[in-house]
Every structure is written in structure tokens, then in C-alpha cells.
């Protein structure tokens, strides 16, 4: 039952000019099975969306809220989708 999935993820705080599109990057990469991207937002957030397995898409998800990321979380946003596909990799915006 670990279908795939699309998240997309809000991210506020001090999350831009501190690296946390590379770190998210990094991050998404490390846990594997992943597409999709970060990109800075002009309200101060950055989106990240990444595709594949509902699990490691939670995984990202819970790493971008416990604030071991650059900058400082103040809080995530996120909805949940059917994915979309066009991805090639995880990619800064």
C-alpha cells in the first residue's frame, strides 16, 4: 500500500538565501525514489513538490518540519495528489 503519490509542501520561515532548495534537493535525493523540485516562492516561502512513493514522500515531509534544515521553519503546508509525471530527477527552481 505504498502507492505514489504528489506532495506539495509550503514552507515558511527564513527558508530563502540560506541554501534549504539545495538541502531540500540533497535531502530528496538522499532518501531515493523521487522527482520533482524546489523553488523559491515571492512571498518568502519556498514549494517543494516531489513525486513517488507515499512513503518517502512523508519522510521529506517530516524532515522539513522537524528543523533540521537550514534557515528556520516556522511552519509546512501541504496537500496530497495523484502525481503527475514530467519529471526527470529533483531539481532547484
Do not use: H, K, S
Amino acid at each position: 500500500m505504498n502507492e505514489d503519490v504528489r506532495l506539495t509542501a509550503w514552507v515558511r520561515g527564513r527558508v530563502q538565501g540560506v541554501g534549504f532548495r539545495w538541502f531540500t534537493r540533497a535531502n530528496a535525493l538522499r532518501i531515493g525514489g523521487l522527482v520533482g523540485f524546489a523553488l523559491n516562492l515571492e512571498d518568502g516561502r519556498v514549494q517543494v513538490v516531489a513525486e513517488g512513493p507515499r512513503e518517502r514522500c512523508e519522510e521529506l515531509l517530516e524532515w522539513l518540519r522537524t528543523g533540521d534544515t537550514p534557515g528556520r521553519v516556522e511552519g509546512v503546508g501541504e496537500i496530497w495528489d495523484t502525481p503527475r509525471g514530467g519529471y526527470d530527477g529533483f531539481a532547484i527552481r
